[in-house]
């Protein structure tokens, strides 16, 4: 039997060679740095780092003491399997720009990575960046906890500039990408040196081969990083309603912003200077919501003489006399200025005629019913 087993493997040996050989283990690449990168020690291992500092011209607003971040990942969804091997941070000082970069060369050296990087983000009074509240700090937590790192990764109050980004300028941007943000916002556009998509395939082909694409990752991530810098300054701005070219569209925007966040007297007057446009569908919204805030308050005198300085701009918004009616109706208890002011506006506005006309014809009937005194107890359904 042993000289049966010896021939069959002489014979597998034979066909292996035949075939080309048995695969041989690939040596263990170990890749060079980026070039700029540093050795920094820290208590868990080596930190790979490069600092620059940037000129800037002077912010105004200035933002403050806050840390810029922005990371490159494995991948975009998140869990325990994605890394995150660069991250860069900005902060303003004042000579310029302070902008530190943060490299993971290989995943056994994380814990330096992580550490080095909470140092960066504990140095500012906040930290700001791009959709990281939904994805890059529950990233980096989550890699804390699976580093085995002591603590939690706490960071400043954080504010994340694409929920800004949402609230104020989301009615002018076809979608809200940082791309399309430097675009239309910040007024360039950039010649970026690779694809967000290719970001992952990139840092893998630096792993097995030491590719020269990790460059262009890395300049991506310092670009992204810049961005947010004069991001943050015109969203202050436009915060501030410091913006010369703002519509009522960008009022109303502001002022349901403010009033979200609970200052109230800064959103009340935001869609105040909405209304003063007089004209479009933003003013008239904005006059609706002011009105609604008036009636609550027992100022049905104020809310009306709102309404009605609209429609004396022949505004084509419908919401107007219907809101109009409801007050004189409800609050007034007077249906027959209500019911003229609803005729009014079908004879001004011919293209609503047949919405309502339908709905007048259904009140005259049920105030036939009702009585006189009561003719516009259905005006409820006119909005």
Known sequence: MPAIADRDVSGLRERLTRLGGAPRPRPRFDPTLPRGFEVEPTPFGDAYLREDVIPLPALDPHPGSIAY??????????????????????????????????????????????????????????????????????????????????????????????????????????????????????????????????????????????????????????????????????????LRGADADMDAADWLALGRHRLRKGARADGWRALRNATNFRQGDAAATAALLIARKLTRRGSVDGAEALLEWLEETESEDIRLPVARARLLEWRRRDPRRALAVVEAAERRMPEAADRLERRLTRLRRKSRRLGTGRRLSALEGLD
């Open 69 to 238: 971040l922005d990371t490159e990942t494995t991948g975009l969804a998140g869990g325990s399997g994605t890394y995150a091997f660069a991250a860069a941070v900005a902060r303003p000082i004042d000579c310029g720009l302070r902008l530190a970069q943060l490299f993971l060369p290989q995943p056994g050296l994380e814990a330096a990575f992580l550490h080095r990087l909470h140092v960066e983000l504990e140095a500012a009074d906040g930290v700001a960046s791009f959709n990281g509240g939904s994805f890059d700090l529950p990233l980096l937590r989550t890699r804390w906890v699976m580093a085995r790192m002591p603590g939690e990764l706490a960071s400043p109050p954080h504010v994340d500039l694409l929920t800004l980004v949402r609230a104020l300028y989301r009615h002018r941007l076809e979608n809200c990408t940082l791309r399309m943000v430097e675009e239309r916002l910040l007024g360039y556009e950039r010649d970026d040196p690779i694809a967000g998509a290719m970001v992952p395939d990139a840092y893998f082909a630096f792993l097995q081969r030491g590719s020269e694409a990790i460059d262009g990752v890395l300049e991506h991530n310092r670009l992204d990083v810049i961005s947010l810098v004069h991001l943050h300054s015109r969203l202050l701005e436009r």
